[in-house]
Nanobody
Framework: QVQLVESGGGLVQAGGSLRLSCAAS????????MGWYRQARGKQRDLVAR???????NYADSLKGRFTISRDNTKNTVYLQMNSLKPEDTAVYYC???????????????WGQGTQVTVAS
């Protein structure tokens, strides 16, 4: 069984920064793309950023320049550095990872439990 555990959310003033972390653990055979998504209240879940195992990244256009995704493959961990935060960044942030585990080796997408980010104006 594999799981993703997120940390780093919280309350921050507009203009501030937060760093989210997400660690994958369990019987992981191979960890491929990882990413962050967010869901504001009453809205759909949207992509924030994704990163491949080789380090290639893509971002939601509106977030380029303020958010940076990175990963440490030795720790099976992905990070999201969020700078110049705005009230409209308030949402639950979810980590996602495409992984194969030792149970069946099938590529599946796993999700974390979500972490709340609240940006006060």
């Amino acid at each position: 069984q594999v799981q993703l555990v997120e940390s780093g959310g919280g309350l921050v003033q507009a203009g501030g920064s937060l760093r989210l972390s997400c660690a994958a653990s369990g019987r992981i055979f191979r960890l491929d793309d990882m990413g962050w998504y967010r869901q504001a209240r009453g809205k759909q879940r949207d992509l924030v950023a994704r990163i491949t195992s080789g380090g290639s990244t893509n971002y939601a256009d509106s977030l380029k320049g303020r958010f940076t995704i990175s990963r440490d493959n030795t720790k099976n961990t992905v990070y999201l550095q969020m700078n110049s935060l705005k009230p409209e960044d308030t949402a639950v942030y979810y980590c996602a990872a495409d992984m194969r585990d030792y149970s069946d080796y099938v590529l599946k997408t796993y999700w974390g439990q979500g972490t709340q980010v609240t940006v006060a104006s």
